[in-house]
């Protein structure tokens, strides 16, 4: 029997030697970098990150859209145009929306991007309209409340048998209001009254 117990002990012995001696390279490791900051430190002044600075009023109006607004010649709105109202969230979640911006509000506009309308239904009359390519789940990048649009449309569609994620185009009215819930930012644009483009394929 002690003869069993002799190579359990050499093994036992061995293990605390091996994580004895991992434990103090990492120490040395950890004594060389912190040393290192040290001396870099000391040898040049810490690099300071200047702030965001605000979206300027000239950097919206560079992706302004064509159109007049109105029903019959939309507004033709790009995305770099919605995204650049993110810059106005304050830190409790609050949002000042720019006036190049705000002024769409009202107005009839188009705007092209990837369709998700609700699962397990046959129609709908209400559809997400975004930038990024996502199915809902975990496929794609999740939107945020600047890179999608929610819309409500005129008349319900078909969307039994169709993909999920499709490509088209929603025009109607624009409403930017900000949905929060506590702190955080959920949605800031709808679209009213609208007709999509692109669920029929």
């Known amino acids: 029997m002690r003869r069993l117990w002799v190579p359990v002990f050499l093994l036992i012995i061995a293990a605390v030697a091996v994580l004895l001696h991992r434990t103090r390279d990492e120490g040395a490791l950890t004594s060389e970098v912190v040393v290192t900051r040290a001396d870099a430190a000391e040898s040049s002044p810490p690099a300071t990150t200047p702030p965001t600075p605000p979206v300027e009023a000239a950097e919206i109006s560079a992706t302004e859209p064509n159109g007049t607004g109105s029903e019959r010649d939309p507004y033709r709105l790009n995305w770099p145009l919605l995204i650049a109202a993110e810059h106005a969230v304050s830190a409790d979640g609050s949002i000042t929306v720019p006036k ?18 609700p699962v397990a239904v046959d129609r709908t009359s209400e559809l997400l309209v975004m930038r990024n390519r996502w199915d809902g789940c975990c496929i794609g990048t999740p939107p945020t409340a ?30 930017i209001e900000p949905f929060r819930v506590g702190r955080y930012l959920l949605g800031l644009y709808r679209i009213e009254e609208g007709t999509v483009d692109g669920l029929d394929r």
Not at 100 to 117: C, M, N, Q, R
Not at 151 to 167: F, K
Request: with cysteine; charged share 25%.
């Open 100 to 117: 190049e911006i705000a002024k769409y509000d009202g107005t009839h506009v188009e705007i092209s991007g990837f369709l998700a309308p």
């Open 146 to 175: 600047f890179d999608c649009v929610e819309a409500t449309l005129a008349q319900s569609v078909p969307v039994r048998g169709r993909h999920l994620i499709a490509y088209g185009t929603i025009r109607g009215r624009l409403r």
